[in-house]
């Protein structure tokens, strides 16, 4: 099979999508002629010209209010907003406009917008390029919440949320947005909900490692050396975390007895506070040892590479957890 990048397997998705339904459009700063601060757009300017790809000024609680109301009214807009961080200003249009007009249309009016753009810290890219805040949006009642960690599921996720009816959060961690994988060429989609097994487990398999996002690769790295001295593990990613497949997680901890969630967001009321929470309710007799989590630190995101690398999980921190685990 043939290899993309990450950020050109989500691309083919949008090219294709935009080939077959014109009232799909995106907006956001730089998206046009440049091809966007990613190469999220490169190329679909000279197909689609300014109409379909509108440059925008530095006004995101603006552009997020025309495409909610586009979204409203039949088309499908794409808000491609570069870093996460810079889509806070428009919290209001989010959580009381795109969010909820389903439920208080009662259906009548759908919002099939996607929100899509870089998270995660990495690159000295500082604190207000560096936020993720993934757990605020599964919060809240009628997002969806994708979070690609492979090229294969860059473009099916993006297929299906460019699908959907629903608003969707894409979110692309940029540390993954050079990657290649194998991507097929023909159409697919990956329903969200659905959780991959990344890592299978041996039959002495004594833990579930759940990874995010750009940890995916960190714990993949952790899971080779300790494969060195035996030791099995078993790794899933969830893809997206509302909805959240937590029967995969389930099915896996059944097997295994012991649970880490890692994450380089904050821990407090994180994902990976709710999925220990939802395992101890509905798994506690599978447990042979504590649900435990390793997530970044508390803490705005420094700008010196050093101090930046202290704060976030890295394979050599994830081995130790999951040795420190399989001691209990």
Not at 117 to 144: D, E, K, L
Not at 225 to 236: F, N, Q, Y
Request: charged fraction near 20%; include cysteine; aromatic fraction near 6%.
């Amino acid at each position: 099979m043939r290899e993309l990048t990450y950020t050109a397997a989500a691309r083919e998705a949008l090219a294709a999508a935009m080939a077959k339904d014109p009232s799909i459009f995106v907006v956001g700063e730089g998206i046009g002629a440049r091809g966007g601060n990613f190469n999220t757009t490169t190329g679909l300017y000279d197909l689609y010209g300014p109409m379909r790809l509108r440059d925008t000024p530095i006004a995101e609680r603006g552009f997020i209010g025309l495409c909610t109301g586009a979204a409203m009214t039949g088309s499908r807009p794409v808000v491609d907003f570069m870093f996460l961080d810079f889509i806070l200003d428009a919290m209001g249009e989010l959580i009381n406009q795109v969010a909820k007009i389903q439920y208080m249309s009662d259906g009548r009016l759908k919002m099939p917008i996607v929100l899509r753009g870089s998270i995660g810290v990495g690159g000295s890219a500082a604190t207000h390029h560096s936020g993720s805040y993934y757990s605020i949006f599964a919060h809240i009642p009628g997002f969806r919440v994708a979070l690609p960690s492979t090229p294969y599921d860059a473009k099916g996720l993006f297929n299906t949320a460019l699908r959907g009816d629903d608003p969707v959060m894409f979110l692309e961690h940029k540390l993954l947005l050079n990657t290649k994988g194998p991507v097929p060429e023909e159409d697919y989609a990956i329903p969200f909900g659905q959780a991959s097994v990344v890592r299978q487990g041996g039959r002495d398999c004594r833990v579930t490692v759940v990874a995010l996002a750009a940890m995916l690769r960190q714990t993949l790295e952790a899971c080779d050396w300790l494969a060195k001295d035996g030791i099995s593990v078993e790794v899933i990613d969830p893809r997206t975390v509302a909805p959240l497949d937590m029967d995969t997680i389930l099915q896996s901890l059944h097997c295994t007895g012991r649970l880490l969630i890692v994450d380089e967001t904050f821990a407090p009321c994180g994902i990976g506070a709710e999925i220990a929470a939802q395992a101890v309710d509905r798994a506690l007799d599978d447990l042979d040892a504590p649900v435990k989590r390793l997530n970044g630190a508390q803490t705005p995101t420094p700008y010196s590479p050093p101090l930046e690398a202290a704060v976030i999980p890295n394979a050599a921190t994830i081995e130790a957890a999951i040795r420190d685990l399989l001691a209990e």
